[in-house]
C-alpha cells in the first residue's frame, strides 16, 4: 500500500525559530513535492524534486528552503519562521511516467502554528 | 491568471441528485488532466483522471473539451459520503522535462439526507 508519511501531524512554534518538517515516502518514488494549503487559496507549490540532491522552486519558495539527501526522504526547511507560514503543509510523491499522468500521492499533511 | 479556475461553490444537494462541477484552464499545452478528492481536514487523493474522449467510472463521469479548455466532472445518484472538496487538477509540461502539476481552489459539495 503506497504510505506517504510526515513527521508531524501538528506543530506550535514561535516567531524566528527554524522549523523542518520531514517527509518520506516508502515507494520508491523519484518525485517530492512540497505544497502548502491556505482557505481560499487551494494548493500551492513551494518547492519539488525530480531527483536525490535535485530540487527546483515551486510558486512560492521565499521564506523556504528544501533538502533531499536521500531518494525516499525530502526535507522542508522554514529557516526563520514567520506568522504568514501558519499553514497546512502537505508533502506529495508520484512516481515518473513520461506521459505526465502520474498519481501524486500525498502525506497527511502538517498543521503549523507560527505564534 | 491562474492556471486552473474553478467555481468554489458550496453546493448543496439532498442524496440521489445529480451535480455538475466545471473547470477551466489557460494554458493550451496543458497535457493531462484529472480530478481529485480531499475530504474534511484529509489529504487529496486522486478520483479519475480525464481522458479526450470523456470517461467514467461508476457515478462518476469526467469530460474534456480541449477546444474550450474546459472540463466537467459529473456527480449521479449523489450519496452522503460524497460530500468532499472536489479539485480539477491539470499537468503542464516544461520543455523536454517532465511537467508538473498545477490544482484548482476546489469546489466543496455537500450532500444531505
Known amino acids: 500500500d503506497v504510505k506517504v508519511t510526515q513527521s508531524s501531524r501538528y506543530l506550535v512554534k514561535r516567531t524566528g525559530e527554524k522549523v523542518f518538517l520531514e517527509c518520506v515516502q516508502d515507494?520508491?518514488?523519484?518525485?517530492m513535492f512540497w505544497y502548502r494549503q491556505d482557505p481560499g487559496l487551494g494548493l500551492r507549490l513551494i518547492y519539488f524534486?525530480?531527483?536525490?540532491?535535485?530540487?527546483e522552486k515551486g510558486d512560492i519558495p521565499e521564506g523556504y528552503s528544501v533538502s533531499r539527501e536521500k531518494k525516499e526522504r525530502f526535507s522542508l526547511i522554514l529557516e526563520s519562521a514567520s506568522t504568514n507560514q501558519t499553514s497546512m503543509y502537505l508533502c506529495?510523491?508520484?512516481?515518473?511516467?513520461?506521459?505526465?499522468?502520474?498519481?501524486?500521492?500525498f502525506g497527511p499533511g502538517t498543521r503549523l502554528l507560527v505564534l | 491568471r491562474k492556471e486552473v479556475e474553478q467555481d468554489p461553490g458550496p453546493f448543496n444537494v439532498p442524496e440521489g441528485a445529480t451535480v455538475a462541477f466545471n473547470c477551466t484552464y489557460s494554458?493550451?499545452?496543458?497535457?493531462?488532466f484529472f480530478w481529485y478528492r480531499q475530504d474534511c481536514r484529509k489529504e487529496p487523493k486522486l478520483l479519475m483522471s480525464?481522458?479526450?474522449s470523456g470517461n467514467e467510472d461508476g457515478r462518476f463521469t469526467a469530460q474534456l473539451n480541449r477546444a474550450s479548455q474546459y472540463i466537467s466532472l459529473l456527480i449521479r445518484d449523489s450519496k452522503l459520503s460524497d460530500s468532499a472538496t472536489y479539485l480539477c487538477?491539470?499537468?503542464?509540461?516544461?520543455?523536454?522535462?517532465?511537467?508538473?502539476?498545477?490544482f484548482g481552489r476546489g469546489t466543496q459539495l455537500t450532500v444531505w439526507p
Open positions: 487538477v491539470v499537468n503542464i509540461p516544461r520543455g523536454s522535462t517532465l511537467g508538473r502539476l498545477y
Open positions: 506529495a510523491s508520484s512516481s515518473y511516467l513520461n506521459s505526465g499522468r502520474e498519481t501524486q500521492y
Open positions: 494554458n493550451s499545452a496543458s497535457q493531462s
Open positions: 480525464v481522458y479526450s
Open positions: 524534486s525530480y531527483d536525490v540532491k535535485m530540487k
Open positions: 515507494m520508491d518514488h523519484e518525485n
